[in-house]
Structures are given as structure tokens and as C-alpha cells.
């Protein structure tokens, strides 16, 4: 890897995603952990990352991410991936501050280029994409390439996405070369659910609501609920892309109470709606078609900020339309 090649004198590689970790998240900072402790032996990287959902735990060495910083630990380099803005690398953001050298690697529009050296590639399907051709392909053993692999199915809706491009298709394909179980990733990491997902799926189905003439739905789920349930945030994944599949539907928003008035807030759109303006808005970030942030206040508050940001963009595109057909 070019990035690391040129590199003089380093020995310890602090590793780190972001906060509520995904699985390109997680897969892109498994990846390179292994890339750099298989080809790198004078090196000594370390994960850190906050808890990962359990699905995830094929990913070989996952059992050895650190949740927690190491109080004055200063790292030779700090690789942050798949992490728009230095915040949201949570606790590790002062880990960070310390480090002698940063590099961070994404793909989100709304990256900030906090770190020494950044490659940000906003048009790459996910982080893990972008590590693919980052990567020497001879150096990627089966363990890397099953772990860029989960990274490309989970922000590609295993490659239904908009995002998904000749380039998203042929990594996938050199990476299916290397062995990589990929069936077994997509039904057990994307596709399957515990029963308690599926309970708490239904409970946002059965209470969402469409608006703006049916272009638009939301489900919300309030903190007694989720306390009812016994679910975290993990249990919660796919539930707004779930909601996306509506038919007719153009935007789709899922919002669930973390503490009381403060929602973590989920974006979706098929075609002409940017939420990755709309979460930008709000101090969040992420893609064009999916993206995310936090919100203060009560639901029906949230509801009617977000409402009034896309009432923006649905004015502004039946403009267009409106031009292009005169």
C-alpha cells in the first residue's frame, strides 16, 4: 500500500471508525488492520471501535477491537476510515489530536479532511472500495478480502444501491476470487434477523405514516419503547431502508429517541432528493441518497424541520421540471 510504503519510522498504527460502527465501517478498519499486521510485521496496528452487532462477528479478529482509548497513548499514526468529521470518531478523537501522523480514508461528501493526509473518494460505493484499489491485490490474503467484502454489500443494499458502479462490481469480483464465503456474509450480516428485530421491524412498519402526498413516510420509536423491547441501536439497523422499499415512496425517515427529545435521526431517497443536505443541515452528514444525523426537541418537532427541508427541495425540483418542460 502506497500510503504506508512511503512511511519512515512507524511502528505503533492506531485504527479507528466511526461512532454506532457499520459494517463498511467495521469491515474497512478489519481490513486494513490485517493488511498491515500480514504485510507489515515491524507494525503494531489496533482497532478501536465501540461495540459491533453481533452479526458481524465472522470477520476474524474482531474479539481483539478495543473499545476504549488508552489515556496518553500517543500512536506513531492514526488511520481514521469510513468517519466524515473528527467527532465522530467519538472518544478516539483525542487519540487522534496526539497521533504524529493522521490519514483518513472515506467516501462521504460531507468529509471535512480533518486529518494530515486525506483520500476522500465521494464517488466510491463505500471505504472499503476505495481500501480495494488502495490495496497491492497479490498482499490481499482471504481474511482482508472477506472483510472488504461485508464493507461493499452493506453500503451498496448488497449492490441494489445507486452507489454501486463497474468499479463497486469488478472489487467484488476479484474479492469473491479470494475465497470469500459471500453468501454466507450477505444472509447472516445483511439479511438475517433475530426475532426481536423482526418484532421491533414491525412495530415501525405498523406505525409509520406517509406524507407530502404519499412521497414521503416516517416511523418513529420513542426510548420507552426500545426499553420495552430490550433492543439497542444495532437492533435497529435496516429498518429504514425497509421502510424505503414502500412503494411510491421517494423519502424515507426513521428516527428513534436515544435520551429524552433526542433523536438519532435516518435518511432515505431514490432519485432526486439530496438528504445528505438535509442531514448536513441538522449538523449530520453522509450520501446523497442516505444519510444521517441527530436532532433535539420533541418528535413532532423533528418531524416538521426535517418536513420543511424537503418541502425546499420538492419546490425547487418541480421548478426544474416545470422548465424543462416548457
Known amino acids: 500500500m502506497k500510503r504506508i510504503d512511503e512511511l519512515k519510522d512507524i511502528r505503533t498504527v492506531a485504527i479507528a471508525g466511526h461512532i454506532r460502527p457499520d459494517g463498511d465501517c467495521i469491515g474497512s478498519c478489519m481490513a486494513m488492520y490485517w493488511y498491515i499486521k500480514e504485510n507489515y510485521p515491524e507494525m503494531e496496528p489496533q482497532v478501536y471501535l465501540e461495540e459491533i452487532p453481533p452479526e458481524f462477528s ?73 481500501l480495494f484499489y488502495e490495496m497491492e491485490e497479490q498482499k490481499i490474503s482471504q481474511t482482508v478480502a472477506t472483510a472488504l467484502y461485508t464493507g461493499l454489500v452493506h453500503d451498496t443494499g448488497v449492490f441494489k444501491y445507486s452507489n454501486t458502479t463497474e468499479k463497486t462490481m469488478v472489487a467484488a469480483g476479484k474479492l469473491i476470487s479470494k475465497n470469500v464465503p459471500f453468501t454466507k456474509i450477505i444472509e447472516e450480516s445483511f439479511y438475517q434477523k433475530t426475532y426481536l428485530q423482526n418484532q421491533i421491524l414491525g412495530r415501525a412498519l405498523l406505525e409509520s405514516i406517509r406524507f407530502f402526498d404519499k412521497k414521503c413516510i416516517v416511523a418513529v420509536l420513542r426510548k420507552k419503547e426500545l426499553d420495552f423491547y430490550g433492543v439497542n441501536s444495532s437492533d435497529l439497523s435496516g429498518i429504514v431502508s425497509q421502510l424505503a422499499l414502500t412503494k411510491g415512496i421517494e423519502c424515507a425517515i426513521f428516527m428513534y429517541e436515544t435520551s429524552p427529545q ?65
Open 262 to 326: 433526542v433523536f438519532k435521526v435516518s435518511l432515505r431517497s431514490h432519485s432526486w432528493l439530496d438528504v445528505s443536505a438535509i442531514a448536513a443541515h441538522f449538523g449530520g452528514g453522509g450520501h446523497i441518497r442516505a444519510a444521517g444525523c441527530t436532532m433535539m426537541g420533541s418528535e413532532h418537532d423533528v418531524i416538521n424541520n426535517i418536513s420543511s427541508q424537503i418541502e425546499d427541495q420538492m419546490e425547487k425540483f418541480a421548478m426544474q421540471q416545470d422548465g424543462k418542460n416548457r
Open 58 to 130: 465472522y470477520i476474524a479478529g474482531v474479539e481483539y477491537i478495543r473499545h476504549q482509548e488508552e489515556q496518553e497513548m500517543v500512536y506513531d499514526f492514526f488511520i481514521a476510515l469510513d468517519c466524515s468529521d473528527k467527532e465522530r470518531l467519538g472518544e478516539m478523537a483525542n487519540c487522534f489530536d496526539r497521533a504524529k501522523r493522521t490519514l483518513c480514508i472515506d467516501h462521504h461528501i460531507s468529509n471535512t479532511k480533518y486529518a494530515m493526509e486525506n483520500l476522500v473518494v465521494t464517488d466510491a460505493a463505500a471505504t472499503c472500495e476505495i
